[in-house]
């Protein structure tokens, strides 16, 4: 069983930065890959960046790609998203997820899909305004 917490959300100004904490409990996930996600109002949630267990594979949404940076500290049990030149469109809640399996080995369909993720989080807001 693996819990997760994000943190780091707030209110930022169009162009600002923000980092969100994902710090888990459970044995098993520092061999986890970890997903980022959002949810704006009124739409799905939709992938942002997935990380598998060690850093080795990164994979990102075409939306966020050069802006945002996935990391790991495993020592920490913390996965973190850098989000940079931030859009008032990056507006949303945003969770992360996890799950034992090597889904970044699987291809862009199996890391991206909701449904293969076991555990998430509760979301952080992250609100820009422009």
């Known amino acids: 069983q693996v819990q997760l917490v994000e943190s780091g959300g707030g209110l930022v100004q169009a162009g600002g930065s923000l980092r969100l904490s994902c710090a888990a409990s459970?044995?098993?996930?520092?061999?986890?890959?970890v997903g980022w996600f959002r949810q704006a109002p009124g739409k799905e949630r939709e992938f942002q960046a997935a990380i598998n267990w060690n850093g080795g594979r990164i994979y990102y949404a075409d939306s966020v790609k050069g802006r945002f940076t996935i990391s790991r500290d495993n020592a920490k049990n913390t996965v973190y998203l850098q989000m940079n030149s931030l859009k008032p469109e990056d507006t949303a809640v945003y969770y992360c997820?996890?799950?034992?399996?090597?889904?970044?080995?699987?291809?862009?369909?199996?890391?991206?899909?909701?449904?293969?993720?076991?555990?998430w989080g509760q979301g952080t807001q992250v609100t820009v305004s422009s």
């Open positions: 459970g044995r098993t996930f520092s061999t986890s890959t």
């Open positions: 997820a996890a799950t034992p399996f090597a889904l970044l080995d699987g291809g862009v369909v199996a890391t991206t899909a909701l449904k293969n993720y076991d555990y």
